[in-house]
Structure formats: structure tokens, C-alpha cells
């Protein structure tokens, strides 16, 4: 039982190493392909939101926002509707580089799982995520 977790960290340890040629060519630390994959899915989250989505902590996605941000992949915006927080779009590099990205993490998915059948694989997803859940709101 404890190997499903130690083969779901190599998963994705793995997917960031065939993220990795993308990344570095535009000098990217491997951890910063969530948020560039998700503000492109949709502009203008907020950095609560992305958190929530890609469900890292509130400061690893600040490091990693201000990281972006330098390196002008992504740019901030005041939420005109809440003055406290701000919005995040991909700038005109951001948006180069988004689908080099997706389409890259679209070949890792397909060949990793395409004799798996769907639904069985959804069901998975779902009643691990909902069983996980669970069991944290029962420790605290």
C-alpha cells in the first residue's frame, strides 16, 4: 500500500523532468508549470484561487508568482472588484510559452494512460481526492 504514494511522487517527479527542456529554455524552476498551466487556462485568478486549484501553500505560490513575474511570463492586476487582491494573466511570453507547455503535458497523459479506460480512471481520481479529503477534516 505505501508504494502508491512513492509511485505518484515519481509520476510527477518524472512529468517535471519531460517539462524540464521548456522550462529551462526559458529559465524556469520545474515547480512553476501549475501556475503558468492554470493562469492560461484561465486569466485572471487570483493567487488564492490558484492555490486552491493547484492545492500548494499560499507561500510557495507567492515565490513562485514573483518568480514569473520577473521573468515577465506572467504580469499582476488590481481586482477592481476587491482592492486587495490582485489578478494574474500571462504576458505576451506567458502566452508563447503556455501552449508549448500543455501540449507537452498533453503527450506525457496520453501515453501514460491511454490503455487505461476512462471512467476507470476517474473513478480513481475521485475516490482518492474525496477519501484524502476526508481523513484530513477528520485530524483536525
Known sequence: MTKIGKNLSSI??????FLKPILEEYHLPPNSFPIIINIGKEEGLS???LCDRIEIDEAL????V??????????????????????LYLTDL????????????????KVLLQDLPEELLANYIQTMTQ????????EK
Open 131 to 138: 477519501r484524502a479529503k476526508d481523513l484530513l477534516k477528520e
Open 61 to 64: 505560490v507567492t515565490r513562485i
Open 47 to 49: 493567487q488564492k484561487q
Open 12 to 17: 510527477h517527479r518524472l512529468e517535471r523532468e
Open 94 to 109: 506567458g502566452k508563447e510559452l503556455y501552449p508549448k507547455l500543455q501540449n507537452r503535458i498533453d503527450v506525457w497523459w
Open 66 to 87: 514573483k518568480t514569473l513575474i520577473s521573468q515577465e511570463i506572467i504580469y499582476k492586476k488590481r481586482n477592481t472588484n476587491d482592492l486587495r487582491a490582485y489578478q
